[in-house]
């Protein structure tokens, strides 16, 4: 228990991140076994019944409560033993000195006292050693080859010379390469001993090649060369911790860059996929999750001063997984804004930021802007966090185009599976979302930052009006293999069709499910800021509530349509969407005098909980709580 206790002291992490994500976390299974064994705990009644509990909405705890009145439910609330979480540490030892689980302990809490040289960096040293001989490939490569983010940077006299980033930096990444190992060996020690079955490399593979299918289509910030390549320098049976000792601090933090980049995309692919796709996902997530925060902190502040195309991935994927293992969304958005601020210190809306980078630097790099560019939009639109890059760069001022010359291939598209235009097409499809949230964005914050009088509102609305015309002409231009029609599975459909039209799939859900949920946005935003006139309408109170409760209609019906698999793949963004659309709902219902209006809306928001249900957000287990 000391070490336990030691390491949050330490501070590497939030102190409700080391104990929500350690083995003994409320959300892992062993916290589980360690509950079995206490004994003599009094009993209490949940606080919502069971109906609402399932549903995760609020239970005004009345008997029967008014949601189990109006859904004609039976309402019950089960006695459950008192299970007070936080009281577990003191019951740990126990636990630990298990000959079963002491191994698993030691590899994932002992935080053994590091040297003097390491003592700034409060991160654990290592008590295990995992032998083997084979040597790590060197990182270069061709178009499609492995390659080392920021590569073009480390032969530069600049990035070598002492001056180029502070001696703290350098200090701390160079006398730190003892930790390298320590969490390259601990995370290695922990899935074995959850997977003793599973090679740690199938594990890492599978987890890239999901990520490709799934997760790429809408975030295509990585190089699959690239993390294949560390997942075998890293991962495999031979792997030896021996080699990777740096000749310099260059190659030094080339190495933790690797590591990081890998364990944050195993990390953001294990915490979202569904059990139907990753059996294992909820078992790897948080040692891949902590150990790529861990050694993202070891190299933080030279990774700041010395920014490339990881440093941004890196952030984003966390983002994405810490959303989806904590729940907790501050540390989310926190891991989103240094990613933000990064993208926004290397000038990034202006091409000419590009002119000096390796070709698969500048594709990394122009696309995660990008992404970060719309996830920034998102946040101005669901009004989630503050907006950096929206407000720093407006639509108008970025001049970075979408694609670079010459054309680089972050897939390989000598495979099969991909073909020649099929990440051409991809990433059309993700210049579309971009596109939605972009223009969305824009009509918000106008609406939201006008200070001027009712007299000037009238050219602003015909100037908003046309951007909502054009937001609205985005989803008529849908490229033919995103259309419906072409995504229906046949029977006839070769591995290759099958695989390119879930990756279709995901683009068109996601396009889908943000179009019907940024229209009702807008609409809100514009009864809020008296700009109704921007979606064609006027101030008659009846024909505005009858036009959001068609928009409501749309969404309800896009969402039940989309099968749930891809519900689940997108987590807690689809979450996201569906608990503001039942915010706006819930509004309706309580302010509309028509029964009949009153009723209708009743039955969509029935419809949106029995979805909510049953996707296992850990964020709206957080509100809940």
Not at 63 to 85: E, F, H, K, W
Request: contains cysteine.
């Amino acid at each position: 228990m000391d070490c336990v206790r030691r390491g949050s002291q330490d501070n590497l992490f939030p102190q409700f991140f080391l104990w929500q994500c350690g083995p003994f976390s409320t959300f892992h299974p062993m916290m589980e076994a360690a509950a079995i064994t206490t004994s003599g705990r009094s009993t209490l009644l949940y606080r919502s019944c069971d109906n609402c509990r399932k549903r995760k909405t609020k239970c005004g705890s009345e008997d029967p409560c008014a949601n189990c009145r109006t859904s004609n439910l039976v309402c019950q609330y089960t006695v459950r033993r008192r299970n007070r979480v936080r009281q577990a540490p003191r019951k740990i030892a126990q636990v630990i000195n298990s000959p079963s689980l002491s191994a698993y302990v030691d590899v994932t809490t002992s935080l053994p006292e590091s040297s003097p040289q390491h003592e700034s960096l409060h991160v654990p040293t290592c008590q295990y050693q995992i032998h083997g001989s084979r040597a790590m490939s060197k990182v270069v490569g061709d178009d499609h080859g492995p390659w080392s983010p920021g590569q073009d940077d480390w032969d530069s006299p600049q990035s070598l010379s002492p001056t180029a980033f502070s001696s703290v930096s350098v200090a701390a990444a160079g006398n730190s390469f003892g930790t390298f190992e320590a969490v390259w060996s601990n995370l290695l020690l922990s899935i074995q001993a959850a997977l003793p079955a599973l090679p740690m490399l199938d594990i890492v593979n599978n987890c890239i090649t999901l990520f490709m299918q799934y997760t790429f289509p809408t975030s295509p910030i990585i190089h699959e060369a690239t993390v294949r390549a560390h997942a075998l320098a890293y991962f495999s049976e031979t792997a030896s911790n021996g080699n990777f000792k740096p000749n310099n601090i260059h190659q030094s933090v080339k190495h933790m860059r690797a590591f990081t980049l890998i364990t944050a995309v195993c990390a953001s692919t294990a915490s979202v996929m569904p059990e139907s796709l990753l059996p294992y996902g909820s078992i790897v997530a948080v040692p891949f999750f902590r150990s790529s925060r861990q050694m993202l902190h070891i190299y933080e502040e030279y990774d700041i001063e010395q920014p490339d195309s990881s440093s941004l991935s890196v952030r984003d994927l966390q983002y994405s997984a810490a959303q989806h293992i904590t729940g907790r969304s501050r540390l989310a958005y926190h891991i989103m804004g240094q990613a933000s601020l990064i993208a926004e210190s290397l000038h990034l809306h202006q091409e000419s930021s590009l002119s000096k980078k390796v070709p698969i630097e500048s594709q990394l790099l122009r696309l995660t802007f990008w992404h970060l560019y719309l996830s920034d939009a998102a946040s101005v639109c669901l009004k989630t966090r503050a907006g950096i890059l929206n407000q720093s760069f407006p639509r108008g001022s970025i001049d970075i185009h979408h694609s670079g010359e010459p054309v680089i291939h972050l897939l390989d598209p000598s495979k099969p599976r991909y073909g020649r235009f099929f990440e051409e097409r991809l990433l059309l499809g993700f210049h579309l979302m971009e596109r939605l949230w972009s223009s969305a964005a824009r009509i918000v914050l106008q609406m939201k930052n006008y200070e001027g009088t009712q007299d000037g509102k009238k050219p602003l609305v015909e100037r908003l009006a046309v951007v909502f015309y054009d937001f609205v002409g985005i989803m008529d231009d849908l490229p033919l293999w995103l259309k419906i029609s072409n995504l229906v599975a046949l029977p006839e459909d070769t591995a290759v069709e099958v695989f390119q039209k879930k990756s279709f799939w995901v683009q068109r859900c996601t396009l889908t499910m943000t179009f019907h949920c940024l229209r009702l946005v807008i609409l809100q935003q514009c009864i809020e800021s008296g700009f109704v006139g921007v979606v064609g309408l006027d101030d008659e109170p009846l024909r505005v509530v009858m036009r959001k409760a068609g928009w409501v209609k749309d969404f309800v019906e896009t969402m039940e349509d989309i099968p749930f698999v891809y519900h689940q793949i997108k987590g807690e963004p689809s979450v996201q969407r569906i608990r503001l659309v039942g915010t706006i709902l819930l509004e309706m219902v309580q302010n509309v005098e028509s029964d009949a209006i009153k009723l209708r809306l009743e039955s969509y928001f029935k419809r949106l909980l029995d979805i909510l249900s049953k996707l296992n957000s850990k964020a709206s287990e957080e509100l809940i709580a």
